[in-house]
């Protein structure tokens, strides 16, 4: 069965510094993979994507995520945290071999910047 | 161009009384999925239309249904409503179904309360 972690519920960083949210995945073969941001009472704001060539994914806000086949990893990235990138985010999952739009979401994590 | 918008945008019912939500798609989308999330159960898929059929269910009770119109808006209707069924209900449409990574936008969500 497919399935998304995100091992932490929460990450709590200083504005300015670097953030990381972590993704692990399990799905048979090789998956699509997104990033998505929901802020209070809003819907879910795409970020970015990995279909697939480069490891490196660029997106929306200087959001970045690394894919790691052997780690089964998706982590998301951003070099220096604002306040405003206080959210919950959200990794999710589509199986390439179904025709399908279905995603698989994680748990979410809840970013908190501080200034 | 106009996002995915999502009517109403707040319910209130009682136990037993059934509810429709309406979801319109980006122009051009055509294909609508919904998904619903709950503090507990976070974002679990519900279903997906494509060309006005069901293309893929989620695992939920029959009383949850849905349909696609010839315009690509969808509908979704939950009867016999129980508490259970309080949640934020989301739409998302995409170009086509799954293929090549296909991005899903996300509205805003009906969010619904069963007293």
């Known amino acids: 069965a497919q399935s998304v972690a995100q091992p932490e519920d929460q990450v709590n960083v200083a504005e300015g510094n670097p953030l990381t949210v972590k993704c692990t995945y399990s799905?048979?073969?090789?998956?699509?993979l997104f990033w998505y941001v929901q802020y209070p009472n809003r819907g879910l704001q795409f970020l970015l994507k990995?279909?697939?060539?480069?490891?490196l994914v660029k997106g929306s806000y200087g959001f970045e995520a690394e894919f790691n086949k052997s780690q089964t990893s998706f982590h998301l990235k951003k070099p220096s945290a604002l306040v405003s990138d206080s959210a919950l985010y959200f990794c999710?999952?589509?199986?390439?071999?179904?025709?399908?739009?279905?995603?698989?979401f994680g748990q979410g994590t809840t970013l908190q910047v501080k200034p | 161009k106009a996002g995915v918008t999502q009517t109403p945008r707040y319910l209130i019912k009682t136990r037993g009384q059934q509810v429709t939500l309406s979801c319109s798609p980006i122009?051009?989308?055509?294909?609508v999925s919904w998904y619903q999330q709950t503090p507990g159960q976070g974002l679990q898929f519900l279903f997906e239309?494509?060309?006005?059929?069901?293309?893929n269910k989620g695992n939920f009770p029959g009383r949850f249904s849905g349909r696609q119109f010839s315009n690509s808006r969808s509908e979704m209707n939950v009867s016999t409503l129980e508490l259970g069924d309080s949640a934020l209900y989301l739409c998302?449409?995409?170009?086509?179904?799954?293929?090549?990574?296909?991005?899903?936008?996300f509205g805003p969500g009906t969010r619904l309360t069963v007293l």
């Open positions: 998302a449409s995409s170009l086509q179904v799954g293929q090549g990574g296909d991005t899903q936008y």
């Open positions: 799905v048979s073969g090789n998956p699509y």
């Open positions: 990995y279909i697939t060539g480069d490891n």
């Open positions: 999710a999952v589509r199986d390439r071999s179904g025709n399908t739009g279905k995603l698989i």
């Open positions: 122009s051009g989308h055509r294909s």
């Open positions: 239309y494509f060309s006005e059929t069901q293309r």
